[in-house]
């Protein structure tokens, strides 16, 4: 089954605790892309990818990396977490920017 | 920089109550168009591109249109499994960054 995975689905940790969130497609997609989702703002791109090793920066970076070293696996990393960065995050990846497959999101709380 | 608008934010229907979804947009070079669908607690999941004025597409209860300044999502006589977040977003000029509207959480009561 076509599909894009992320984990963990929920996770609540505190501030300055490192994390990443593993995302992965078994679509053979070059490009992937990460979004914030928060009430009253819509999805935000945070990072895109267009191919391995190729990232580059969306609407909201600050405060995320992320890294591209296979093409089926787009991690994103929060070296040092705030509350600010409570939010439902989500995972897409596509053959283009447009049709994009979405994962099924993690949730993230930071205290 | 691109701008994507969606109204109204909330619409509550009977089932079988028609109505209209509205997207406008200001960018330079419309490179496409895309709705999608987004039920609680899910991911989006994608309905529809439109690329040019007087384009539509449909499915199932859903079309969508396309003029040089705005998009509509039409739902005919819909259902209560209807009820979801529609999305409309578009790419900038590079076709990488995608610019997503705050969405329209439709409700269809049966």
């Known amino acids: 089954e076509a599909q894009v995975t992320q984990n963990p689905r929920y996770l609540i940790t505190v501030t300055g605790k490192k994390l990443t969130v593993t995302c992965s497609q078994n679509?053979?997609?070059?490009?992937m892309s990460w979004y914030r989702q928060d009430p009253g703002l819509g999805l935000r791109q945070i990072y895109y990818s267009m191919n391995v090793e190729v990232t580059d920066k969306g609407d909201v970076p600050e405060g995320y990396k992320v890294s591209r070293k296979e093409k089926r696996n787009f991690p994103l990393i929060l070296e040092s977490p705030s509350p600010n960065q409570t939010s439902l995050y989500f995972c897409?990846?596509?053959?283009?920017?447009?049709?994009?497959?979405f994962g099924p999101g993690t949730r993230l709380t930071v205290l | 920089e691109d701008q994507v608008t969606q109204s109204p934010e909330a619409l509550r229907l009977q089932e079988g109550e028609s109505s209209s979804l509205n997207c406008s947009y200001t960018v330079s070079g419309l490179r496409g168009l895309f709705w999608y669908r987004q039920d609680p607690g899910k991911g989006p999941e994608f309905l529809f591109t439109l690329y040019s004025a007087g384009e539509e597409k449909e499915k199932e209860r859903l079309k969508a249109t396309l003029t040089k300044k705005e998009s509509f999502l039409h739902i005919t006589a819909p259902k209560p499994e209807d009820s979801a977040t529609y999305l409309c977003a578009v790419p900038d000029k590079s076709d990488y960054k995608l610019s997503f509207g705050a969405g329209t959480t439709v409700t269809v009561r049966a």
């Open positions: 679509m053979n997609h070059e490009y």
């Open positions: 897409a990846s596509s053959l283009t920017a447009g049709t994009q497959y």
